[in-house]
């Protein structure tokens, strides 16, 4: 629908179900003030009780995102609804990752608010309803393949299943510990086949530990092998790496992969 077919004036009681029977996903202030018919400094005011009632969110400043009913109850919809928005509103690159991106996968064992991503540039964490959202800035995130995937409101993008076990396996902190990372990347290798190739396509994007945790993971958590995977990491010149990054470098190295066993790993 273009923004010029709407009524010359809407009431705010009627206009998050008017814009959502139009398929709009997102509008901002100086739109709302032509719905409206009345000037932008007027929006806040007008749009106040709506976005008491939950019909609303301004997920930023100068944007809002209409509510479906079922969702008015929440605070808000789920983060895939209206994240695209919130990243164009900003201008900058973006995809979901971690385990927001290993849930749509079927490879989390929890449902979880929370979302993490990546972003090309600094944003600042916020709540919106019951959706925690946490940016990570990635500077080559333009590089890093993704996957499209759809919401009711529009397209949104995920990191791929092979660079999602690799985000995983480098942030074990932001992905459960240890344990529950080795669980998913698991997951995600039995629901997603995790391509050889592709992991060792993504490797030089991230960190050498990162690189031999998935490797390590995958082949003593599976019967999956990844030999092309087991090459890059033999000629990688760094030290061994740690397997839980925040224990102390003691135990056995596996010489395939070049880390330190430091501890044991339970899977779920």
């Not at 333009?142 to 759809?150: A, D, L, R």
């Not at 102390?248 to 339970?266: F, H, K, M, Y």
Request: hydrophobic residues 40%; aromatic residues 8%.
């Amino acid at each position: 629908m273009k923004f010029s077919d709407h009524p010359r004036s809407i009431k705010t009681a009627q206009s998050a179900d008017w814009a959502l029977s139009r398929g709009v996903s997102s509008w901002t202030t100086a739109q709302i003030a032509e719905l409206l018919a009345v000037p932008v400094s007027q929006v806040p005011q007008r749009m106040s009780a709506a976005k008491s009632r939950g019909e609303w969110i301004t997920p930023a400043r100068g944007l809002w995102v209409p509510v479906a009913p079922e969702f008015r109850g929440w605070g808000g919809p789920p983060a895939t609804e209206f994240i695209s928005d919130l990243m164009n509103h900003f201008g900058i690159s973006y995809y979901i990752g971690w385990l927001a991106a290993a849930s749509v996968y079927g490879a989390a064992h929890h449902a979880s608010q929370t979302t993490h991503m990546a972003t090309s540039r600094l944003v600042r964490d916020r709540q919106i309803g019951r959706a925690q959202l946490f940016f990570h800035v990635r500077t080559r995130v333009t590089e890093i393949p993704t996957v499209e995937k759809m919401a009711r409101s529009g397209p949104y993008l995920i990191s791929t299943p092979e660079i999602t076990a690799l985000d995983i396996a480098s942030d074990i902190a932001i992905s459960g510990g240890l344990d529950n990372a080795a669980t998913v990347i698991v997951d995600l290798t039995d629901e997603s086949s995790l391509n050889d190739q592709a992991l060792s396509s993504c490797a030089p994007l991230y960190s050498d530990a990162a690189v031999r945790r998935v490797g390590w993971i995958i082949e003593h958590f599976t019967e999956q092998r990844v030999d092309v995977l087991a090459d890059y990491v033999a000629h990688l010149t760094s030290a061994p790496s740690r397997l839980h990054p925040s224990l102390p470098l003691a135990g056995r190295i596996d010489e395939r992969w070049q880390i330190c066993i430091n501890t044991s790993v339970g899977i779920e």
